[in-house]
């Protein structure tokens, strides 16, 4: 596979190209975030279904059987104020789905039939978002670490609701504009002739906008430790949110090291890292914990998380042994076996990562939104390989803070929310 990038006017981004390949898979992202409010979240939570909901000649249901028709995809979602854009398609079919691309950005309906639809669907969502315990576990989390103007703080169902049905088309038309506006990004993954297909159409897109950079605020509050509890008694589990914030950026020295050191401790998926063999395979409290760093950027700074759930019977001794493995790691590093081990583990990731179009395009995406150059990426991913075990230590010394977590859980807490409160 073959990796480029370029630039154009309104938008940048890169490809990986295969000669003989027949298929279409690209990314294209926007950020729209300026400062966080209620209103434009609630516009946002609507505005994915409502760009599908009809574009030019076509109503919603001709449009997304037009899409359907083709064998082909466009996928629309907005995660942290960030609009992605996916497109797949077959090589033969991909002219007639950037055409219809093209008419949803250049000519999107948002008519007032199809907004109260997608109110109605929205709040309904919303109701049933209520009883999703690992999602308002995370979203407390993340709360508790960034304050109400920063993208990822979260507001609640019932006040997201209520501003969702003052929506108009106009707060639609108003969003989709910024997005035009905005610098986008384009990853694709195609052949070179289709590669310069999908451009053509982004200028199409990008034709009369004059692109605007906005201005952005970042919230993250200082270190505390705390406990937050939200009881859904409907629920046999209660999942967890553990970690606290990051003062790094992915540009800064410890990063890496910290990232090879939070995969010994739960490497995301599998069974290799420390707490899956301690917690899950040797003391049988959970069926999965995993640990990642998260919304970490070339500006903005994040945080790790570890992700678990316990029976609640279970939740005291399980919070306890995960507490317990965070300090000695603190305290201790990781070993020399598992520096070699993890070595091995993340240079094989690597390269399946690589043998698939779909998820180099996805690699390639996440790196060009945070403005690395293709030299870049390869340091990057060298480093990853290289740091030292002393650099592992040092990060994890200095910036996984067992003294200052913060733990969110979701779900049947009232029945031991005396004993998860005093856990530390």
Not at 181 to 194: D, E, F, P, Q, S
Not at 314 to 329: H, N, W
Not at 383 to 407: G, Q, W, Y
């Amino acid at each position: 596979m073959k990796y480029t990038t370029f630039i154009g006017e309104g938008y940048n981004g890169g490809s990986v190209t295969r000669k003989d390949e027949r298929t279409l898979h690209c990314r294209i992202t926007v950020d729209l975030h300026t400062e966080h409010s209620l209103q434009q979240s609630a516009i946002e939570h609507i505005y994915t279904d409502a760009l599908l909901s009809g574009a030019g000649k076509y109503d919603r249901a001709a449009f997304i059987d037009a899409i359907n028709t083709l064998g082909a995809s466009i996928g629309v979602s907005i995660q942290n104020s960030r609009l992605t854009i996916t497109l797949r398609s077959i090589e033969e079919n991909v002219s007639k789905l950037l055409k219809l691309f093209e008419i949803m950005m250049n000519d999107p309906k948002f008519t007032s039939t199809e907004l109260q639809r997608i109110q109605t669907q929205a709040t309904n969502e919303l109701i049933e978002h209520k009883e999703n315990a690992k999602a308002i576990a995370h979203e407390n989390f993340e709360n508790s670490l960034y304050g109400t103007t920063d993208r990822r703080y979260t507001n609640t169902p019932e006040q997201i609701s209520a501003e969702i049905m003052k929506a108009t088309s106009a707060n639609l038309k108003q969003l989709h504009a910024t997005a035009k506006k905005g610098i986008w990004t384009v990853t694709i993954g195609a052949n070179t002739t289709t590669v310069q297909k999908v451009r053509k159409s982004i200028v199409i897109c990008k034709k009369g906008q004059k692109s605007v950079t906005l201005l952005r605020t970042h919230a993250q509050k200082p270190q505390i430790q705390k406990t937050v509890l939200q009881n859904i008694p409907s629920k046999q589990n209660i999942e967890f949110a553990i970690g606290t914030s990051l003062p790094l950026t992915l540009h800064h020295p410890d990063y890496l090291p910290f990232v090879f050191g939070l995969s010994v401790l739960g490497k995301w998926g599998g069974f290799t890292g420390r707490l899956m063999s301690t917690v899950r395979e040797k003391e049988g409290l959970t069926y999965g914990i995993y640990a990642k760093t998260e919304s970490v950027e070339g500006e903005e700074q994040g945080h790790y998380r570890i992700m678990t759930f316990f029976a609640p019977d279970k939740a005291v001794q399980g919070l306890t042994s995960t507490l317990r493995e965070i300090k000695k790691i603190h305290k201790n590093g990781i070993t020399q076996s598992e520096y070699h081990r993890f070595q091995t583990i993340l240079k094989t990731q690597q390269t399946l990562l690589a043998d698939s179009l779909t998820r180099s395009v996805d690699t390639l995406h996440g790196y060009l939104c945070a403005d690395f150059s293709l030299e870049e990426i390869d340091e990057y991913k060298s480093r990853l390989m290289t740091v030292s075990r002393k650099e592992i230590n040092h990060a994890l010394k200095t910036h996984l803070h067992p003294d200052k977590l913060i733990i969110s859980g979701a779900g049947p807490t009232d029945i031991m929310k005396k004993e998860l409160l005093k856990i530390r």
